[in-house]
């Protein structure tokens, strides 16, 4: 008996996919299919597949075609698989030749040519458009662009900025630059909003009321009542409305936060994070300090991000402790924000005038999680324990700096009607009463 394998995705099953199993499967008598798995398609970069595992393993079972379906999860399976089956052929599509050439100590490899004019990237793309405008003046604007072509399904219609000359030249080639922000919001379905955080409010408020789904740069607001006024609007309207916290997104991130909440370090204690970036105000022309954003509202949600993850938001005690550089604009130069629960404690240190070590570390009864600078953008973290021998590293995909998983995070959202929460409503909200009382002054220690 001739045994044949085949590998991929099969994601929304397409004719390219039977044309290719019913061709392997005529190279021999038993035809096994390895269907990949999603953490394995997301450590190779495929971040934009549509279908469950589930869903597509059923695909294939329905072509008939297939004696035994397995699932491909690591790098270099291929070869266990094949001494394990006892596999006599192995096939891929043309668009893989030479790939798979080092196969060829165990079994013979042949390579079938790939049906031209479909593939699920293209059907990805028609499937659900996403227009999205975007709205304000950041260096991210760049990162965010250029991340925009790594998803399926995701165009961007131009940028609205008062101020269109501070534009950089990958700003200013998009299809529409405008000073008008209704413009912009007349051609898109949804808004990437990343102007000065003082402005998110209103502009994510008329955004919504336009029935526009927005994905906002944290910050959503200054104020907690406003965050939560934008969420019942966006309930209300059926829209989404997303935190732009790109951490969130990242795999690394996502996955300690279950490992913490999971036991793994068994009850969390205390939280310490760090972010910083150092710019010098005193080059600063006024234009420039307007655009400015303080500590507080550019780095404060990333290191409160993991604190209401873990700990939620009912802390018993908050002490703000900050330098203020500029009173007019609230420029703080360094901020701490330390928060006592009832059974733990957290502390958050955010500065623009201020150098520290960019890590994280979530202490536990059992052990602690260490994410070194910078965590918040971090493919990497260790659980360390008492006796080091039990310490375990974890490594993760990184693309985009986790800008990317954000996108196809919202497009996935707006697509499917459903919030999957990366950063919960409460967590949210939290974010913007800290902002609220930063501003207000409200129990703020002055050093
Ligand atoms: N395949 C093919 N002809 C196509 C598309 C895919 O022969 N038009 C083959 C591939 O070469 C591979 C198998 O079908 O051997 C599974 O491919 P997969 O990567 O799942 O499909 P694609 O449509 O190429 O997916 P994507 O666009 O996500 O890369």
Same mark, same amino acid.
């Given at each position: 008996?001739?045994?044949?394998?085949?590998?991929?995705?099969?994601?929304?099953?397409?004719?390219?996919?039977?044309?290719?199993?019913?061709?392997?499967?005529?190279?021999?008598?038993?035809?096994?299919?390895?269907?990949?798995?999603?953490?394995?398609?997301?450590?190779?970069?495929?971040?934009?597949?549509?279908?469950?595992?589930?869903?597509?393993?059923?695909?294939?079972?329905?072509?008939?075609?297939?004696?035994?379906?397995?699932?491909?999860?690591?790098?270099?399976?291929?070869?266990?698989?094949?001494?394990?089956?006892?596999?006599?052929?192995?096939?891929?599509?043309?668009?893989?030749?030479?790939?798979?050439?080092?196969?060829?100590?165990?079994?013979?490899? $042949?390579? =079938?040519? %790939?049906? +031209?004019?479909?593939?699920?990237?293209?059907?990805?793309? *028609? !499937? #659900?458009?996403?227009?999205?405008?975007?709205?304000?003046?950041?260096?991210?604007?760049?990162?965010?662009?250029?991340?925009?072509?790594?998803?399926?399904?995701?165009?961007?219609?131009?940028?609205?900025?008062?101020?269109?000359?501070?534009?950089?030249?990958?700003?200013?080639?998009?299809?529409?630059?405008?000073?008008?922000?209704?413009?912009?919001?007349?051609?898109?379905?949804?808004?990437?909003?990343?102007?000065?955080?003082?402005?998110?409010?209103?502009?994510?408020?008329?955004?919504?009321?336009?029935?526009?789904?927005?994905?906002?740069?944290?910050? $959503?607001? =200054?104020? %907690?009542? +406003?965050?939560?006024?934008?969420?019942?609007?966006?309930? *209300? !309207? #059926?829209?989404?409305?997303?935190?732009?916290?790109?951490?969130?997104?990242?795999?690394?991130?996502?996955?300690?936060?279950?490992?913490?909440?999971?036991?793994?370090?068994?009850?969390?204690?205390?939280?310490?994070?760090?972010?910083?970036?150092?710019?010098?105000?005193?080059?600063?022309?006024?234009?420039?300090?307007?655009?400015?954003?303080?500590?507080?509202?550019?780095?404060?949600?990333?290191?409160?991000?993991?604190?209401?993850?873990?700990?939620?938001?009912?802390?018993?005690?908050?002490?703000?402790?900050?330098?203020?550089?500029?009173?007019?604009?609230?420029?703080?130069?360094?901020?701490?924000?330390?928060?006592?629960?009832?059974?733990?404690?957290?502390?958050?240190?955010?500065?623009?005038?201020?150098?520290?070590?960019?890590?994280?570390?979530?202490?536990?009864?059992?052990?602690?999680?260490?994410?070194?600078?910078?965590?918040?953008?971090?493919?990497?973290?260790?659980?360390?324990?008492?006796?080091?021998?039990?310490?375990?590293?974890?490594?993760?995909?990184?693309?985009?700096?986790?800008?990317?998983?954000?996108?196809?995070?919202?497009?996935?959202?707006?697509?499917?009607?459903?919030?999957?929460?990366?950063?919960?409503?409460?967590?949210?909200?939290?974010?913007?009463?800290?902002?609220?009382?930063?501003?207000?002054?409200?129990?703020?220690?002055?050093?």
């Amino acid at each position: 008996m001739i045994k044949v394998i085949t590998y991929g995705t099969y994601d929304l099953l397409h004719e390219g996919h039977i044309r290719l199993l019913k061709r392997a499967k005529a190279l021999g008598d038993y035809l096994i299919v390895g269907v990949t798995s999603e953490d394995f398609d997301r450590s190779r970069g495929k971040i934009n597949v549509k279908q469950s595992l589930a869903e597509r393993i059923e695909g294939v079972r329905s072509t008939g075609l297939a004696d035994e379906i397995i699932v491909e999860e690591y790098e270099g399976q291929k070869i266990d698989d094949i001494r394990r089956l006892g596999v006599d052929i192995f096939t891929v599509g043309s668009d893989w030749v030479g790939t798979f050439d080092y196969l060829k100590e165990y079994c013979q490899v $042949i390579y =079938l040519e %790939r049906t +031209q004019g479909v593939s699920s990237t293209q059907i990805r793309a *028609e !499937k #659900g458009r996403l227009r999205i405008g975007l709205l304000g003046d950041s260096t991210i604007l760049d990162k965010f662009i250029r991340e925009c072509k790594y998803v399926n399904g995701v165009e961007l219609t131009g940028i609205a900025n008062e101020d269109t000359d501070c534009l950089s030249d990958i700003c200013k080639a998009l299809p529409l630059v405008t000073k008008n922000y209704d413009e912009i919001l007349d051609c898109s379905d949804a808004v990437y909003i990343i102007s000065h955080p003082s402005r998110h409010y209103e502009e994510v408020k008329h955004a919504l009321e336009r029935g526009k789904h927005v994905i906002c740069e944290s910050p $959503i607001a =200054l104020k %907690r009542n +406003q965050a939560e006024e934008c969420f019942r609007l966006a309930k *209300e !309207k #059926g829209l989404i409305l997303l935190e732009g916290i790109k951490t969130a997104y990242s795999m690394a991130y996502g996955r300690l936060v279950l490992m913490a909440k999971t036991g793994k370090i068994g009850n969390i204690i205390s939280i310490d994070a760090t972010c910083t970036s150092l710019r010098d105000l005193r080059q600063f022309s006024e234009k420039e300090l307007d655009r400015e954003w303080n500590s507080i509202t550019a780095w404060a949600p990333n290191g409160l991000l993991p604190v209401f993850q873990l700990l939620g938001t009912s802390y018993k005690d908050l002490r703000i402790v900050t330098r203020i550089l500029d009173e007019e604009r609230k420029l703080d130069a360094f901020t701490k924000i330390e928060f006592v629960y009832p059974n733990a404690v957290a502390s958050v240190k955010v500065g623009t005038g201020a150098k520290s070590e960019g890590e994280m570390v979530i202490s536990g009864t059992k052990g602690y999680i260490y994410v070194p600078a910078p965590w918040w953008k971090t493919d990497y973290f260790e659980i360390r324990y008492e006796n080091s021998n039990d310490n375990k590293r974890y490594f993760y995909q990184l693309d985009g700096e986790g800008i990317r998983y954000e996108i196809v995070a919202f497009s996935r959202a707006v697509e499917t009607g459903k919030n999957f929460a990366y950063i919960s409503k409460e967590a949210s909200e939290g974010i913007a009463e800290i902002m609220e009382k930063y501003h207000d002054g409200e129990g703020v220690l002055r050093i």
